[in-house]
């Protein structure tokens, strides 16, 4: 194992964030999790746990009446009819992809991930002994890892995307994502969608996988919608035959996922506040991306989750330099590309929404200074 | 990955509550986990934090405060001074050992448990790829690994012990533990001590593996002493040099443990409480080891934990069977010791006296009932 923790490096914007918060005035345009609080009821639902004694461990697979609400949701929001009992409720996105992970990761078959991409994806893969597959995303891809691409490709034991995604904040179009959904049936290898920033789309309505397949896996979480991300709670949905396998990984492995916020998410799916949810990040995008777009190339469309990818290359060949002395010379934190992987992204760095429009515009009032002294 | 699933066997005790949870009237003496309420300041802090709104992630080590309340702990209970800095908080001992195994499982070195043992060590062995070496012990051994069947091991990585241990609920001696650690200081392999089960030992008083040493791993947590397992919350104590790695490792695999139930934690020492739940648990004990220990060999002294190790081969030769049977016939859950390894296995079943003593008579009156129809 020695091995892993060579290969994995830190997650950047993790320190960046430690950094960050000893700085009293920092502007926090790094940080990825909501600053919104978690709609009343939920948080309403949680004390009443804690007070009714909810101090036990769920079954494995997470409370009945929480994987029942998840599957109502699906039916509600996309019109696809899910089992309830191919929902598993786990600890934040993290414990899903632990056990996908583990399902998936098979000696001699590859993870095929972009570059740019969440950068945990890879170091699951690195903890577990998989080895990932990198493929270039840019402009010239929208941003996506095409089909084309993917055909003359040996070896792939399973695919990620994230859709909206992090750290782009494009979405998939629906006709890529079928296309890809259809050539992992024919290849044989996994298709797993983490949908984590699904309802954070601003211009359209987002697909979920299992609108085009049964075979796909799909993950998401409190953590971002539904502005829960402290409360560690996320779910997955599976094929059935794997159902059974990642129940045993997760009695083994983390047992259950925090009892009272389990009963606390059964009241997450409350549309007005979702809605107002969207609405607030979309008047934030409005107002970033307008401003951004005048000091930096922005080459992918900021149409969902909460980010925007900024190529800074007419100021820097070496965007953790830049971030570095932005941090240090106007406080204000953003996260360099280089945390996402490889392929460009010393020219880009990631800024995220996830502060008030007057937060964010003190935040881009200092960039400005400092570009201009730069 | 497929080699692990193949190697994993389901944690059987847990589907044995599954099935004893359908059945109405059950007695639950296979479940490990306490059934007393949380200490009410504890259950007070969390809804207080939830209120509050500490809906967001807290550093990956865990909360500051949190992190010194624990290293007082230490000092106040065993004397010995640990700087909050080596203190990391995690989702229970499950989020804890998948740090540590990732930490030591090193190609080519092996990870020394005893068998019997609780069966995730093993399992996390198998999901990270290292290979167990697998110690009997018994009550020639007093149900511990002595150092002299250690001293000609070779390629030895790290060595887990649980001490008090599930499922035996003996306590280690104190001169074995510290032999123990020098010779893993000696044959520079990681000692690492699951003390879960600390507080829970009523007739001396336990030894932390850090008043021997500072180059241990000591694991712990909330859910058995303090009564919190659905809180889903422990801690570790590492070795310097090695807390970095870790916190690494957690920004990737679960970025922190939850946040509410940290802030419910720091009202978690409390001496009054914790003494009226040994006390509790004593009486119990006493309770069941009197009755068991006229109808069962029990060649393991019950010093500590809530479990009781007994050798049921005066009447069947396969302890599996003898569950299933007991379930099935009269409603009483115990859990076969083929859920802790294949030392002689197969005579043992293990109870768990965490249910109140009007329940425990109840359950062994069923059990007599059994053993004289049977």
Not at 81 to 91: E, G
Request: with cysteine; charged share 25%.
């Amino acid at each position: 194992m020695k091995k892993f923790i060579d290969k994995i490096s830190p997650f950047i914007v993790m320190d960046i964030l430690a950094k960050a918060r000893t700085m009293p005035d920092a502007v926090h345009m790094e940080v990825g999790e909501p600053d919104l609080a978690p709609f009343e009821k939920v948080t309403e639902a949680y004390v009443k746990a804690i007070k009714d004694g909810k101090s036990h461990y769920t079954p494995a697979r997470g409370l009945t009446e929480l994987r029942e609400t998840i599957a109502h949701y699906y039916q509600k929001k996309y019109g696809v009819s899910v089992s309830p009992d191919r929902v598993i409720v786990t600890p934040g996105t993290s414990g899903a992809f632990m056990v996908v992970f583990a399902l998936l990761a098979d000696p001699g078959k590859r993870l095929l991930l972009s570059d740019p991409s969440y950068p945990c994806y890879r170091n699951f893969a690195y903890f577990l002994g998989a080895e990932p597959l990198f493929q270039k995303i840019s402009r010239d891809t929208h941003y996506e890892i095409l089909p084309d691409a993917v055909k003359s490709m040996q070896d792939i034991g399973a695919m990620v995307i994230s859709s909206p995604a992090n750290p782009v904040g494009n979405v998939y179009r629906e006709s890529t994502m079928k296309d890809l959904i259809r050539l992992s049936e024919e290849k044989g290898f996994r298709f797993v969608s983490d949908e984590i920033y699904h309802g954070l789309v601003y211009d359209e309505q987002e697909h979920t996988a299992l609108e085009f397949s049964d075979s796909v896996i799909v993950v998401n979480s409190f953590s971002k919608y539904f502005c829960m991300p402290g409360y560690r709670l996320g779910w997955m949905i599976l094929p059935e035959e794997l159902v059974r396998k990642a129940e045993i990984i997760i009695q083994n492995i983390f047992i259950a996922a925090n009892t009272p916020a389990q009963y606390a998410a059964l009241e997450a799916f409350d549309d007005a506040y979702l809605q107002n949810v969207r609405d607030t990040f979309r008047k934030r995008r409005d107002f970033l991306y307008g401003e951004l777009k005048n000091l930096f190339t922005i080459d992918a469309a900021p149409d969902g989750a909460f980010y925007i990818w900024a190529d800074v290359s007419r100021y820097s060949d070496n965007s953790m330099e830049f971030c570095k002395e932005l941090l240090e010379q106007k406080a204000v934190a953003v996260t360099p590309g280089i945390d996402f992987g490889s392929n460009q992204t010393e020219h880009y760095v990631r800024f995220a929404y996830t502060q008030d429009i007057a937060t964010l515009k003190a935040g881009v009032e200092r960039l400005k200074e400092f570009l201009k002294e730069g």
